[in-house]
């Protein structure tokens, strides 16, 4: 167990590394800085501005200070919205954005599963067509469109809903929704695909044999195999839904952090672009490790400790 | 299987709940505009209309310290919580703000402006010209923690530059110096006719002393002093600011408005949903995310009453290269312009009552407090087809060409300016056969291809800074940072340069209008396109809240009827 997670540290500090070079370099690669502007700057102010933030020096003495500053935990402050740290705007906008995400996950997965497992069920009957339809159109409806025809239909046709916000309870029905919709369509397709597969294996025709009844032989066998692929998918969704939902946070007007994000690589302001990068890394390496380490627990054929990579 | 047949079940109990409620929930809104039609009609009703004002200012301010603000976003914010020495009224024209009167010494170069004394901070703290002073040298300081990037703003004053650039290092060379708490002294490099339009813009505000021990001041709420009609009462970063009345403020009386609040959104879709709801009072420019133009035909029909479209100050253009061949060429450069047709442009792609540019200096821009455009003829040159044929013809020889060559036209990513230049490049293509190449290219990209001068053609606007035409027309002399065209044009320079120390104002006009005309009439440098319009809606029952013709939107006056 202490190797794994030996093992998976060196590679996170590694991918970190990685990480904070590609987009320190393709930063620097696109034209403009944090002070171009439609109206001409003089140049003395300009070059003021620059040597402010460092921006007058070499790259290469701007790559390794940055570097340095990270080690220390330190991410400056924004270039272009005077004054404040970047660690602000993560504690500002981030709770929104993860509050947000994690009702989509646990909707998501509820919902997916129990789609899923009904159709694989009552396979080849009206269920099981009727869960895939749903899926189907969940998959093929992009969550930007989910989301407008949503807001229209809920918001101001039928005012049950606010258009934008996310104070009261209700006000994450609808964004929840739309960012859900694409994650239960493929939740459900994964589940019912494996369930099937699992139904039909002889181990559960050995169970019915033995006279184990349907929901012994469900609780103890199908669901836990079954479900397994959802689980792997669990990691990249949790990065997925918590950090990428800018379009949907953009529609319903929630000042999470992927709004930011988008702003700042409009504003050059390449502080907040590495601060919110390095922390989405950081998001996106944690959720990987916790779906490894859960799903050792799920199949005991894995092993912590005694593979040397536990991605499955 | 038994939640999925509860979820079901809800789900069609929603459904169906929706359905039978359609009808009267669609109605609810206009039921609830009713009363207010009605109001209007009976004056008597109006007092117990709630005065709160909600609008959508797009994104978060960038800095709410006036000093480091350069951007239309924080300046509306900053317009409603601030006064500088003068302020303008909603034809963009000069009035009395924290200072009361003011006198200008015959050479024009020494303004003493006396301030009323009941002028006071949010917190109670009288306004003095000591404020004005400690703001001003502060915008000009070159050692402050964060540089202004608007400061040059102030190299109106003397020695502003001078101190800033380190020439000098004594700040009390500036010229700007307070002899009393409420009398200010300011001397100017050369005589500026419009300085007292700049004394209105958020870079000349005051800032309280305080600002001097914390460069933070102006990040939340609580520790921002201001001086103007409102305050803030609270900042929830990147999503909403709330405004009240400032209790201290010398004209309290003035302001009906309770509340105002700001919303930051960017969607356009949601912002008229909100609207549509009555969840928002106001949507449209200055901000990003206005009203869509496919949508205004439909609102005029639609929105008759809350659609309003008036004149800006602002001119919408495209730029030649004036160092590529073949633009270097004029009769090039007025060929393209003359072929045209930039009444239908404005009446079938942009929409928003648009008017029909042929001239730089737009309506709505003034000279000596009267309306530049209705003094100097803006009509430098016609539309004609078969002349631009023939100049096209003339000018490729010229250059040595015997076909204008396929070239390729840049605009910044945005759906109107992409339908702008689609419409340009057909009129190119029917009436002159040019092949021409559309690009969008992403702001910021945008702004650094223009100034390196790699294009050929590119979009541009222009907003003023004051309002006086030299800020339109000092933009293309040799050496101006904003010269992104290569135009180089001795007869245009001395003008301008003449200009710019001329204290008669009848012959300051002349030189501006010859210059004009060198600029547009005798080169075409750049090729006008149409005068910019303000696009809002806003509900009927809101009143004195507007645009002004300087793009500033100003709601500090507005009441609810």
């Known amino acids: 167990m202490f190797r794994y997670i030996l093992n998976k540290f060196v590679f996170f500090v590694l991918a970190m590394f990685v990480l904070a070079s590609i987009t320190f370099i393709l930063m620097k690669a696109i034209p403009g800085d944090p002070f171009v502007s439609e109206k001409a700057v003089p140049p003395d102010v300009k070059a003021r501005l620059l040597a402010q933030y460092g921006l007058d020096k070499p790259l290469y003495v701007q790559y390794v200070t940055y570097l340095g500053n990270l080690l220390t935990g330190d991410l400056g402050i924004s270039m272009k919205l005077a004054n404040r740290a970047v660690v602000d705007f993560i504690r500002d906008s981030f709770p929104l954005s993860l509050k947000l995400g994690i009702t989509a996950i646990f909707t998501s997965v509820i919902i997916g599963v129990t789609l899923g497992m009904t159709a694989a069920f009552r396979h080849r009957k009206l269920m099981d067509s009727t869960a895939m339809v749903i899926a189907v159109l969940g998959v093929s409806v992009p969550s930007f469109v989910m989301a407008a025809i949503l807001q229209w239909l809920f918001a101001v046709r039928i005012p049950m809903f606010n258009v934008v916000g996310l104070v009261q309870a209700k006000d994450y029905v609808l964004p929840t929704m739309a960012l859900s919709a694409m994650p239960i369509a493929y939740i459900a397709r994964l589940t019912r695909s494996n369930m099937l597969e699992v139904l039909h294996s002889d181990y559960i025709k050995t169970a019915r044999a033995k006279g184990l009844n349907s929901w012994q032989i469900m609780r103890r066998h199908v669901l836990r195999n079954g479900i397994l692929p959802v689980v792997t998918f669990l990691g990249p969704l949790t990065a997925n839904v918590i950090t990428g939902s800018f379009i949907i946070e953009q529609i319903f007007g929630i000042a999470g952090l992927g709004k930011i994000y988008v702003q700042s690589i409009g504003n050059r302001d390449y502080s907040l672009i590495m601060g919110i990068t390095i922390f989405y890394g950081l998001i996106l390496m944690t959720a990987r490790f916790f779906t490894d380490v859960a799903y050792g627990f799920i199949d005991p054929r894995i092993k912590l400790g005694k593979r040397k990579e536990g991605s499955a | ?561």
Not at chain 2, 4 to 26: D, N, Q, R, Y
Not at chain 2, 169 to 191: F, R
Not at chain 2, 319 to 329: G, Q
Not at chain 2, 425 to 448: H, P, R
Request: hydrophobic share 35%; net charge negative.
């Open chain 2, 1 to 561: 299987m038994l939640v999925l047949l509860v979820l079901m079940l809800s789900l069609s109990t929603i459904l169906s709940a929706c359905t039978s409620s359609t009808a009267p929930e669609a109605n609810k809104p206009t039921e609830t505009q009713k009363p207010n039609n009605e109001s209007k009609n009976d004056p008597s009703k109006e007092t117990t209309a709630k005065q709160e004002f909600r609008f959508n200012l797009a994104t978060e301010p960038p800095s709410l310290d006036p000093s480091l603000a350069q951007d239309v976003t924080s300046m509306t914010i900053l317009n409603a919580t601030f006064e500088g020495l003068t302020s303008t009224d909603a034809n963009s024209k000069v009035i009395p703000g924290v200072a009361e009167k003011w006198d200008i010494s015959p050479d024009g170069k020494k303004y003493t402006f006396t301030l009323r004394q009941n002028a006071k901070w949010s917190n109670g703290d009288p306004v003095t010209a000591h404020d004005f002073e400690f703001a001003w040298k502060r915008v000009l300081n070159p050692n402050l923690p964060q540089t202004s990037p608007y400061n040059y703003q102030l190299y109106y004053i003397k020695n502003g530059e001078a101190y800033f650039t380190k020439k000098i290092k004594d700040s009390n060379q500036i010229g700007v110096k307070a002899t009393g708490d409420y009398t200010l002294e300011v001397e100017l490099e050369n005589p500026a006719p419009y300085f007292l339009d700049l004394t209105a813009f958020a870079t000349y505000y005051p800032v309280h002393k305080s600002a001097k021990d914390n460069p933070a001041w102006a990040n939340e709420a609580n520790t921002i002093i201001s001086n103007g009609p409102f305050k803030i009462s609270s900042w929830a970063h990147s999503s909403q600011i709330e405004l009240v009345p400032n209790e201290h403020y010398h004209k309290r009386d003035e302001i009906k408005l309770t509340k105002v609040t700001a919303v930051m959104l960017e969607d356009t879709n949601a912002v008229l949903n909100m609207y549509e709801t009555n969840a928002l009072d106001y949507i449209g420019p200055p901000f990003n995310g206005g009203i869509p133009s496919e949508q205004i035909p439909i609102l005029k029909q639609t929105k008759k009453d809350e659609l309003v479209i008036k004149p800006q100050a602002s001119t919408y253009y495209y730029l030649f290269n004036n160092k590529v061949k073949p633009f270097d060429n004029k009769k090039v450069r007025k060929a393209l312009s003359m072929a045209l047709n930039r009444q239908l442009l404005t009446e079938k792609i942009t929409l928003g009552d648009q008017k029909p540019a042929f001239a730089m200096v737009p309506p709505g821009i003034n000279i000596a407090n009267e309306e530049f455009r209705s003094q100097v003829d803006g009509n430098y040159f016609k539309e004609d087809i078969a002349e631009a044929q023939k100049l096209l013809a003339e000018g490729l020889k010229e250059s040595g060409l015997d076909k204008m060559p396929a070239f390729t036209m840049k605009y910044n990513t945005n759906d109107l300016h992409k339908k702008v230049a689609q419409a340009v490049a057909d009129m190119w293509k029917q009436n002159l056969n040019i092949d021409v190449k559309l690009q969008n290219v992403e702001w910021t990209v945008f702004l650094d291809q223009r100034t390196a001068l790699d294009y050929e053609v590119a979009r541009a606007g222009w907003n003023p800074d004051y309002n006086d035409p030299m800020t339109f027309l000092d933009l293309y002399t040799t050496g101006s940072g904003n010269n992104d065209l290569g135009f180089n044009n001795k007869k245009y320079d001395d003008l301008i340069k003449a200009a710019m120390k001329e204290v008669d104002l009848a012959k300051r006009q002349d030189l501006l209008a010859s210059a004009e005309k060198v600029l547009i009439e005798e080169e075409m440098a750049l090729l006008p396109i149409y005068y910019y319009t303000s696009i809002t809606l806003i509900k009927p029952n809101f009143k004195n809240i507007y645009v002004d013709p300087l793009a500033n939107f100003r709601f500090d006056r507005g009441y609810v009827e």
